[in-house]
C-alpha cells in the first residue's frame, strides 16, 4: 500500500512545486520590464503589469489554485486541471502573440522607439508552461493524488483493524475504555 501512495505523493508535490514557480514566474514577469522607450533625455519602461494588466490575478489564481488541489477531491481536481489548462493556454496565446504590446487605446505614449525586451515575456511564457504542466498533471493523475485531511473525513463504514495495538488507541481516541472489553 506504501508504494502505490508514494507516486501519488510525489504527483502532489511535484503538482504544488509546478503551481508556485509558476506564480513566481507570472508575477515577477509583471514587474520586470516588457518594453524600454528612449528619446533624447527622457526615457520610460513598460513593466508587464502595465502591459498585461491579468498577469498578477493569474499569479494569485494560481496560487489559489494550490489550496484547491490540497483540498478537493479526485475528480474535482482533474476538473480544476482542464480550467488551469484553459488558463495557461489562454495566458501563452497572448503573450505569444504580442497583444501585451498592443498599447492603442493605453494611456503610455512612445517616448522615443521602443524596444522589447525578452525577459518579461520569457518569464511569462515560463509562468504559462509550468501552469500547463501542473494541469496536465492533475488530469491524468488528480483522481489518485492523496487529499489533505481525507485521514480524518467520515468514514461510510468501519474499517477492520490490522493490527490491535490500532483498536487499543482508536478506542482511547474515541473516548472509549479499552480494557474494559465491552
Known sequence: ???????????????????????????????????????????????????????????????????????????????????????????????????????SGSPYQPVGDPERTLVGPAAAVAGGLLLLAAAALLVMRGNRMPRLGAKYSAPGAKSPARDPDDDLWRALSEGEDPTSGS
Open 1 to 103: 500500500m506504501a508504494d502505490i501512495q508514494r507516486p501519488a505523493k510525489r504527483s502532489l508535490l511535484i503538482v504544488i512545486a509546478l503551481l508556485v514557480l509558476s506564480a513566481i514566474a507570472f508575477w515577477g514577469a509583471s514587474t520586470l520590464a516588457w518594453v524600454e522607450m528612449t528619446g533624447g533625455r527622457m526615457s520610460h519602461t513598460l513593466t508587464g503589469a502595465d502591459l498585461a494588466g491579468w498577469l498578477v490575478p493569474l499569479a494569485v489564481l494560481t496560487l489559489a489554485a494550490i489550496a484547491a488541489v490540497l483540498a478537493l477531491p479526485g475528480v474535482v481536481r482533474q476538473v480544476l486541471g482542464v480550467g488551469l489548462a484553459v488558463a495557461a493556454l489562454l495566458a501563452l496565446t497572448l503573450i505569444l502573440s504580442g497583444s501585451p504590446y498592443d498599447t
